[in-house]
Each structure stands twice: as structure tokens, then as C-alpha cells.
């Protein structure tokens, strides 16, 4: 049935998220030229608030959990396992106040509407996996921004999606440079679950009504420990919470 229903759905739900991105690209660009990182960033948000929005026309309910009194005015590295392409938009949205950027590809710098627009003006991090040097330059770039401007950043350690729920081995890469280079960061793991099943069956169709959830935990201080030490405490604590997959 869900994938029945999944062919109905999904070209309306393709129709509304790539006019979404769309729109958005010239109005990500009048608003970094008249009115700056500020207006930019404003419009970043609100693109993901609607995308977000766009799940439910596969009957999907997104819920964000965030239970945690974290701080203001503190960079933050923020620390989730990795489903799907739709892990961001509510990351996006729910997380905005804390002015998080993401270390992402560098492919996806090209080619695509609004999100590519974003990743090169936006302040994120965008490292080729073949060029070592250019990688670490690019973190150590957005590790200046927080320490400086206490901006914070999201990073995915399994490296690549996980396209059946299953968590792959978290690689400390650019966590370890974060947490070594932004002395009063603070980290903060997020779980991730349901966003594969969404795209069980590959990007057509998409699978109906999947429930999806992004689940703030508890923070970790990493002061006075190594970055592998705090790596594997959150890696744990993900996949302590993480539900088993689903079967297909």
C-alpha cells in the first residue's frame, strides 16, 4: 500500500519541492546582494520550513525533539547519523538559531537549484573527499567562523548515507579538527530515524506515509578529552537510541 500510494504521491511531492527550489534560488540572491549574510540566511530558513512542509504530501510527519536547554552564543558541533537527502531541511529549520553549517560535498556546489547557491555563499564547508589538503582547509575555515562569529556546524561521521537505517562507523575526519581548533565548542548528538524508509524503494517511488523523527541528546563537554573519546561517546549514544530498521 505505501508503495502503491507512493506513485500517486511522489510526482506532486517532486512537483512542490523543485518549484520550492526553484523560487528560492533568485530569492536566496537578492537577499545576500541587498540585504547581506542576515537576509540571506532568513530565506535559507524559511525555503527549509517549506520543504520540511512538502512531506506531508507523502503523508510523512516530520517531528523535531529537542528537550535540551542548549546554549546561545556558544559554538556548537552538532552530530547525527545519516538516512537521506530529506535528513536536512529540518535540521535547516529547527536548528537555525544556532547558525549551523554543514561540511557537505563539494559536488553539490554545482547544479543544483538553491541548495548550491547556499552551500558556496552560505558558510558551509564544501571539501573534495580526493583532496585531503583542500578538505582540511575548508574545515578549518568554518572552525575560525565559530570561533569567531559562534556559528556552528552539522556533520554526518558515517561519511555517506545509510540507505537501509543500518549505522555505519563514525571516522573522526572533521570532527576531530573541529573539536581540536574551536576550544569552547560544545557537542551535541542528534539521532536521526525514519528518513530511509522514506526512501526505501530508491527516489521513485517514495514510500507514503513514513513517520520520521530528529531526536536532540544530551550534550557532551569535550574539554580535557580526545576527540576519538567524544566521537565514540556520541556515536553510542545515537545508536542506543536509533530504532532498529524496518524490514522492507
Same mark, same amino acid.
Not at 35 to 59: F, P, Q, W
Not at 113 to 140: V, Y
Not at 176 to 194: A, H, M, Q
Given at each position: 500500500?505505501?508503495?502503491?500510494?507512493?506513485?500517486?504521491?511522489?510526482?506532486?511531492?517532486?512537483?512542490?519541492?523543485?518549484? +520550492?527550489? =526553484?523560487?528560492?534560488?533568485?530569492?536566496?540572491? =537578492?537577499? =545576500? /546582494?541587498?540585504?547581506?549574510?542576515?537576509?540571506?540566511? *532568513?530565506?535559507?530558513?524559511?525555503?527549509?520550513?517549506?520543504?520540511?512542509?512538502?512531506?506531508?504530501?507523502?503523508?510523512? *510527519?516530520?517531528?523535531?525533539?529537542?528537550?535540551?536547554?542548549?546554549?546561545?552564543?556558544?559554538?556548537?558541533?552538532?552530530?547525527?547519523?545519516? #538516512? $537521506?537527502?530529506?535528513?536536512?531541511?529540518? +535540521?535547516?529549520?529547527?536548528? *537555525? &538559531?544556532?547558525?549551523?553549517?554543514?561540511?557537505?560535498?563539494? !559536488?553539490?556546489? *554545482?547544479?543544483?537549484? $538553491?541548495? $548550491?547557491?547556499?552551500?558556496?555563499?552560505?558558510?558551509?564547508?564544501?571539501?573534495? &573527499?580526493?583532496?585531503?589538503?583542500?578538505?582540511?582547509?575548508?574545515?578549518?575555515?568554518?572552525? #575560525?567562523? @565559530?570561533?569567531? #562569529?559562534?556559528?556552528?556546524?552539522?556533520?554526518?561521521? !558515517?561519511?555517506?548515507?545509510?540507505?537501509?537505517?543500518?549505522?555505519?562507523?563514525?571516522?573522526?575526519?572533521?570532527?576531530?579538527?573541529?573539536?581540536? /581548533?574551536?576550544?569552547?565548542?560544545?557537542?551535541?548528538?542528534?539521532?536521526?530515524?525514519?528518513?530511509?524508509?522514506?526512501?526505501?524503494?530508491?527516489?521513485?517511488?517514495?514510500?507514503?506515509?513514513?513517520? @520520521?523523527?530528529?531526536?536532540? +541528546?544530551?550534550?557532551?563537554?569535550?574539554?580535557?578529552?580526545?576527540? !576519538?573519546?567524544?566521537? /565514540? !561517546?556520541?556515536?553510542?549514544?545515537?545508536?542506543?537510541?536509533?530504532?532498529?530498521?524496518? $524490514?522492507?
Amino acid at each position: 500500500m505505501r508503495k502503491l500510494a507512493g506513485y500517486i504521491f511522489t510526482p506532486v511531492h517532486y512537483l512542490f519541492f523543485g518549484l +520550492l527550489l =526553484l523560487l528560492f534560488h533568485p530569492i536566496q540572491w =537578492l537577499c =545576500l /546582494k541587498l540585504g547581506g549574510y542576515h537576509a540571506h540566511k *532568513r530565506s535559507v530558513d524559511i525555503l527549509n520550513y517549506l520543504l520540511t512542509g512538502t512531506y506531508c504530501v507523502m503523508g510523512s *510527519r516530520a517531528r523535531f525533539i529537542n528537550n535540551e536547554n542548549l546554549p546561545e552564543g556558544r559554538p556548537i558541533l552538532f552530530v547525527a547519523n545519516h #538516512q $537521506s537527502m530529506y535528513d536536512i531541511p529540518p +535540521l535547516v529549520w529547527n536548528l *537555525r &538559531r544556532y547558525h549551523a553549517k554543514f561540511i557537505s560535498k563539494l !559536488e553539490l556546489t *554545482r547544479g543544483i537549484p $538553491s541548495i $548550491s547557491f547556499n552551500l558556496k555563499h552560505g558558510g558551509a564547508a564544501n571539501i573534495d &573527499r580526493k583532496d585531503a589538503k583542500q578538505s582540511t582547509g575548508e574545515i578549518l575555515k568554518l572552525a #575560525q567562523k @565559530m570561533r569567531e #562569529q559562534k556559528w556552528s556546524a552539522i556533520i554526518f561521521p !558515517e561519511g555517506t548515507r545509510s540507505k537501509d537505517g543500518h549505522m555505519k562507523r563514525f571516522a573522526a575526519g572533521g570532527t576531530g579538527i573541529i573539536l581540536k /581548533k574551536v576550544p569552547d565548542v560544545l557537542l551535541v548528538p542528534i539521532v536521526i530515524k525514519g528518513s530511509w524508509e522514506l526512501t526505501r524503494y530508491g527516489s521513485f517511488p517514495l514510500s507514503f506515509g513514513e513517520k @520520521m523523527s530528529w531526536t536532540v +541528546l544530551k550534550p557532551i563537554e569535550p574539554a580535557g578529552r580526545t576527540a !576519538e573519546e567524544v566521537l /565514540k !561517546e556520541a556515536e553510542s549514544a545515537i545508536a542506543f537510541t536509533a530504532v532498529p530498521p524496518a $524490514s522492507c
